[in-house]
């Protein structure tokens, strides 16, 4: 079992910046990718940005060049710098996390963290 905690969400004003965090705990096997993802009200569950286990990143176009991910390897944690942040970012950010064992896979999910950017 793995449990996956968010913080660093909040209210901040359009072009503004927050750092989100995702510690991870428990029964880690072999990470195939973690990373962030977001929804918004009335909207699927959608990639912000991962770390595939090999060290490369996936990022939504819509977030390339204004967040960065970075993870912690020893910690199994994960952090999202969001940069230069938009009113269209206002979302439910998620940690998710697909973790290998010897014969299963599965996906795992933090309970989310808001993030609201004003106009």
């Known amino acids: 079992q793995v449990h996956l905690v968010e913080s660093g969400g909040g209210l901040v004003q359009a072009g503004g910046s927050l750092r989100l965090s995702c510690a991870g705990s428990?029964?880690?096997?072999?990470?195939?990718?973690m990373g962030w993802y977001r929804q918004a009200p009335g909207k699927q569950r959608e990639l912000v940005a991962r770390i595939i286990s090999g060290g490369s990143t996936n990022y939504a176009d819509s977030v390339k060049g204004r967040f960065t991910i970075s993870r912690d390897n020893v910690k199994n944690t994960v952090h999202l710098q969001m940069n230069s942040l938009k009113p269209e970012d206002t979302a439910v950010y998620y940690c998710g996390a697909r973790i290998s064992y010897s014969t299963s896979t599965y996906d795992y999910w933090g309970q989310g963290t808001q993030v609201t950017v004003s106009s």
């Open positions: 428990g029964s880690f096997g072999s990470i195939n990718h």
